[in-house]
């Protein structure tokens, strides 16, 4: 049985985990014993722990200390303690996840270098030139340079999205390279009936819900609060209901005061509850930047919005806007454009021939091409 080490800069339950937690599950269930390393979810825990997610499936949670927005303890904590794993545990193949972090992309370079092992490098997230420039202009000029220096040691590269493989072509690395897209999680997500589910959630059954789950919002959400005000005004039932941990920058205090009444924010939700948050949905909205950062992304949020079986719009970029065109499973406006996202709001609720053909087609792309089962199926044959 190989044995694969996973390295993920992450903490538990975000980002880049889901890409890593999702991929090392079906690994497992395919005859690869995998360890997975990431941050503690916890905002102050010191110790490693041992999860069993099944026989061949162990994640290794590492001490973090949350001190500041982005620091919590990568470098001077979990570094020395990656690199242990990697100089002393048993594997085959190392699979680095985001070598853009140094605490990352050190660990991968020593497997590689000192314990001659197979290295293969995921890539799912634009740094350099992306979201480095968040960060002091140091900090973002070390997540640019290792980001397109520590690839090199890899013997495959596995990426997420087309502007990405086309930032990998420029590095000329003499090495195969090969998309995984991130998937849809039909285990835990099913099609549910919409008024069950906003009994579950306490939800208004007879409103007309425009809903939207994250965790961040950019610019992009004032597209999203202008196309909402047009929409009211056809429907003015309407609500926006924002699911999740995300801000309203203040730059759209004057929108959200505006819109208030029809506005509602829940703050975070268990995953447990997602599911019904979704299904309650006439319609769903994923806000977008048209920008290289989410023209080089795959959200995880994009893959539950198609287990859930509802009508989406977007003003999409990148990855979005190829799967929710290719396969007919949304209805897509340029990215600045406020007046058109409306326009699509509106159909996607009041027209329901259209709404029941992208939802159904949705579903079906998570079923199909987008399980994460015939994604892992990618990964075995690289392995």
Same mark, same amino acid.
């Given at each position: ?40 979810g ?21 001490p973090?200390?949350?001190?500041h ?84 040691y ?55 819900? #425009? ?10 959400i ?32 004057? #929108?959200?005061?505006?819109l ?33 950062i ?20 977007s ?48 579903r079906? #792309? ?18």
């Open positions: 049985m190989k044995q694969v080490l996973f390295l993920n800069h992450n903490q538990e339950n975000f980002g880049t985990y889901y890409r890593c937690f999702f991929l090392a599950k079906g690994l497992s269930e395919n005859g690869f014993n995998v360890k997975m390393l990431c941050a503690s916890k905002k102050f825990d010191i110790l490693i722990r041992r999860k069993k997610i099944n026989d061949n499936f162990t994640i290794i949670t590492l973090r200390i949350k001190y927005r982005y620091f919590t303890g990568q470098i001077w904590l979990r570094l020395p303690l990656i690199l242990l794993f990697v100089l002393f545990s048993r594997y085959d193949i190392c699979h680095a996840f985001t070598v853009s972090q140094p605490q990352i992309g050190i660990p991968a370079m020593v497997a590689k270098i000192f314990r001659k092992k197979r290295l293969i490098v995921d890539w799912d997230d634009l740094w350099g030139g992306g979201f480095a420039d968040e960060h002091t202009s140091i900090v973002a000029k070390i997540l640019g340079w290792s980001e397109r220096y520590f690839i090199k890899a013997d495959e590269v596995t990426y997420v999205s087309e502007l990405i493989g086309e930032e990998i072509n420029k590095l000329k690395l003499n090495c195969n390279k090969t998309k995984i897209p991130n998937g849809a999680n039909v285990e835990k997500i099913s099609v549910l009936d919409k008024e069950e589910s906003r009994r579950k959630v306490k939800l208004n059954e007879k409103a007309k819900l #425009l809903i939207s789950i994250g965790n961040t919002y950019t610019d992009s004032g597209i999203m609060l202008e196309a909402f005000k047009v929409a009211l005004r056809e429907i003015p039932t309407l609500k926006l209901m924002l699911v999740g941990e995300g801000r309203i920058p203040e730059k759209f205090n004057g #929108l959200k005061i505006e208030q009444a029809s506005l509602l924010i829940t703050g975070k939700k268990p995953f447990s509850d997602i599911p019904y948050y979704l299904a309650s949905a006439d319609c769903l909205i994923l806000p977008m930047d048209d920008n290289n989410e023209k080089a992304r795959f959200p995880m949020r994009l893959g539950d919005y198609f287990c859930a079986g509802r009508p989406i719009v003003n999409a970029v990148g990855e979005v806007k190829y799967y929710l065109e290719k396969y007919n499973a949304g209805l897509v406006s340029d990215s600045q454009d406020s007046q058109a996202l409306a326009r699509n709001i509106i159909k996607a609720i009041n027209v329901s021939d259209i709404a029941n053909e992208i939802s159904r087609n949705a079906n #792309l998570a079923e199909t091409d987008l399980q994460w089962d015939n994604i892992t199926d990618k990964l075995i044959k690289i392995y």
